[in-house]
């Protein structure tokens, strides 16, 4: 499996991101073109911070001050030119931003720093960039976050800044004051690092793992003795050392509850906000209640670090009172892999992306990416099934002749 590991040693900030995934093997013009959707293009450089070479980016975007309803339009004008996973993500972290301003300031009519351009591009660059990745999860390790005082719209705080304190109180990360005396850590970072921990895995869960790419983002500053970037590593496992042929295993929680009063659309709506949660799979199933009345049994599978938040969610959004939750559950998990296979469509070609799944060193089963293949048959104006039938013949003729990489 895929994974990628943060390392926010020397803080985090919304362009250092973008830039240590982007110097990872994040795709450059996709990232480009998603930021060039909100700013002028980038100008990405390289850089030196303390002897260390990093990725630098400035969006030179003017600072502009927005209501929240106002910058989540500017990422809704940018969906044409952004993947629509990464879009939904970068408007999740929006929404963490501004429940941690009203947490510090109560309601409140603008966002500052973080309603400017630069710090939509930067995250909706981020969002983007992790997306191109297609990694299987997340690990972070801890966040530094620096000491002292530092000044912005409402004048001296003291560090972390109060809305960056207020994001990262509602996460499990760890953090450290560090050595250095300013703010590392700003709020639009603590966010990113926030929602990319709903995809967190643990320690044990990484090992062991090889080093695949390794990528280095730079922040403005560069005191003598401090690299100030950002280090993201991809790694791949090499399976488990143990018993040999069998797989991989982790355990979940399922959680249920049954609904006899939820229209289908509002049912559908819930199922894409669990799984945007971090939920790892969620169905609803037709069944016969008491008395007769028809309704559905809805279930949501999460890891067990995500059950609390995941319940809570579905009793929000369903209106249930009750949710039932088998715990530790094991599963068994097969390998994945993502790969790209190139098909014409309407005369042009377009490289679209392909899951693999492995058991045993074979691929047993793939599957087209929707969202993707959507786009292109939009693009194309063929019907979407005829673009997934096409995507994953090309896989299989890839995998039949041996051209697709084993995970270990």
Not at 51 to 56: M, N, Q, S, T, V
Not at 155 to 168: D, E, H, M, S, V
Not at 224 to 250: F, I, K, S
Not at 383 to 397: I, N, S, T
Request: proline residues 6%; glycine residues 8%; negative net charge.
């Amino acid at each position: 499996m895929r994974f990628l590991i943060l390392d926010p040693f020397h803080g985090a900030a919304g362009d250092m991101i973008t830039a240590a995934l982007l110097d990872c093997g994040a795709d450059r013009d996709i990232v480009v073109k998603a930021m060039k959707a909100v700013v002028a293009e980038p100008a990405i450089s390289r850089v030196t911070r303390a002897g260390i070479r990093a990725l630098k980016i400035d969006t030179n975007a003017l600072s502009v001050h927005r209501t929240l309803d106002e910058v989540l339009k500017r990422i809704e004008e940018a969906a044409p030119h952004v993947p629509a996973p990464a879009l939904a993500m970068a408007g999740r972290v929006f929404l963490r931003i501004n429940a941690a301003e009203e947490e510090v300031h109560g309601t409140h009519v603008h966002f500052h720093e973080v309603g400017a351009d630069d710090a939509i591009a930067d995250i909706i660059g981020a969002c983007t960039a992790l997306h191109t990745l297609a990694v299987d999860g997340i690990r972070i390790l801890p966040v530094t976050l620096g000491h002292g005082t530092g000044t912005g719209s409402h004048g001296t705080f003291p560090i972390p800044a109060p809305a960056t304190a207020a994001i990262l109180r509602h996460t499990n990360l760890a953090t450290i004051s560090g050595l250095h005396v300013g703010e590392l850590c700003t709020p639009t970072g603590a966010a990113l690092l926030a929602e990319f921990a709903v995809q967190a895995v643990d320690e044990t869960a990484l090992a062991p793992y090889a080093i695949k790419t390794i990528g280095y983002g730079a922040g403005t500053r560069d005191p003598a003795h401090t690299p100030n970037v950002l280090r993201a590593m991809v790694v791949e496992t090499t399976g488990d050392p143990g018993t040999p042929g069998e797989l991989p295993q982790d355990t979940v929680d399922i959680l249920e509850t049954n609904v006899d009063d939820v229209s289908g659309e509002v049912i559908a709506h819930a199922i894409a906000r669990f799984m945007e949660a971090g939920a790892r799979d969620s169905s609803a199933t037709p069944i016969i209640m008491k008395k007769g009345r028809p309704g559905f049994l809805i279930r949501v599978i999460s890891l067990p670090e995500t059950s609390v938040q995941l319940a809570e969610l579905m009793a929000r959004e369903l209106g249930t009172l009750g949710i039932r939750c088998i715990p530790a559950v094991h599963r068994f998990i097969a390998d994945r892999t993502i790969g790209e296979v190139e098909i014409e469509l309407a005369g042009k070609r377009h490289k679209l992306p392909v899951k693999f799944g492995w058991m045993h060193g074979s691929v047993y089963m793939l599957k087209a990416e929707f969202e993707p293949a959507r786009a292109a048959a939009a693009q194309a104006g063929v019907p979407v099934r005829d673009v997934l039938r096409l995507v994953e013949e090309a896989a299989w003729e890839r995998v039949n002749a041996g051209r697709v990489q084993s995970p270990q």
